[in-house]
């Protein structure tokens, strides 16, 4: 069996050096990575820009983007994967395609769409704890609701960190938190 693509989509600072350097991660497990860039080269230096630019471009947009990136791969099955922004859109991309082999969330989820359903999706979720843009409710609802739909869902939760920990770019860092994080979803990802 030939090993399966990875679709990894960037978080609202957009596409900078550490999601290549994220990419670059995930090539170390032997797969293909793709990049694309959802927001036309611009990127951000703060959340608040970076939710602007999320704004001005429109989400509808952005999954169209992400769905004509995805559509190349799909055929044969991708892992999808997110940082924060990245990972909600990943986690939609997923669930709408039959396809898809598995998803890694890296600081975010999504809305679960009324009916989605999957069979056994292997779905990995890493997120701070606590995390202001991932509550604690919201998590244990999200957690149910991927578990009636049909995924096989596991969550890390790493106390103290920041939302985005793995980001060696942003203040968020935290080191010990990123290198855990990035064991556990690189044995994921190599056992899909």
Known sequence: MSLVDILLLHSAFGLRPSVHTAADRLRAAGREVHVPDLFD?????TVEDGMRIKDEIGRDELLRRAVQAAAPHSERGLVYAGLSLGAALAQNLALADE????????????DIAEG???????VQLHVADPDPFE???WLNAWYLQMRRAGADV???RYPGA???FTDPDLPD??????EEAWVVAL????SL
């Open 41 to 45: 080269g611009r990127t951000a230096e």
């Open 99 to 110: 396809n898809a082999r598995g998803l890694l969330l890296l600081h975010g989820t999504s």
């Open 116 to 122: 989605a359903t999957v069979d056994d999706l292997p």
């Open 135 to 137: 509550p604690a409710d």
């Open 154 to 156: 596991e969550i890390f």
């Open 162 to 164: 920041g939302h985005l």
């Open 173 to 178: 860092h935290d080191p010990e938190a990123a």
């Open 187 to 190: 044995a994921f990802v190599e």
